[in-house]
């Protein structure tokens, strides 16, 4: 069973940067496009950005210039680049499959907390 493993998070001042990690416990990058995703309190879960097994990158467009994915083959993990960050970047970030999440590949996420 796949297990994926978020981590990287931390609390942060605005305009600062964070690189999270996503480690999955084995090679499903090769045929699924692999997203960030993110829950603040009292809110939705929104994807933010999501890299395609070719590796092409996509962004919501509240973290476009921002935020960078990328991913490492050889590591089975899955990073994001968060840069210029913001006060409503807060939340619990996630990683899974897109566009259909796999319930059991859920981890336990990471916090990223902005202050201002």
């Known amino acids: 069973q796949v297990q994926l493993v978020e981590s990287g998070g931390g609390l942060v001042q605005a305009g600062g940067s964070l690189r999270l990690s996503c480690a999955a416990s084995?090679?499903?990058?090769?045929?699924?496009?692999m997203g960030w995703y993110r829950q603040a309190p009292g809110k939705q879960r929104e994807l933010v950005a999501t890299?395609?097994?070719?590796?092409?990158?996509v962004y919501a467009d509240s973290v476009k210039g921002r935020f960078a994915i990328s991913r490492d083959n050889a590591k089975n993990t899955v990073y994001l680049q968060m840069n210029s960050l913001k006060p409503e970047d807060t939340a619990v970030y996630y990683c899974?499959?897109?566009?259909?999440?796999?319930?059991?590949?859920w981890g336990q996420g990471t916090q990223v907390t902005v202050s201002s």
């Open positions: 890299i395609t097994s070719g590796g092409s990158a």
């Open positions: 899974n499959r897109v566009p259909d999440v796999i319930a059991t590949w």
């Open positions: 084995e090679n499903i990058f090769r045929f699924n496009a």
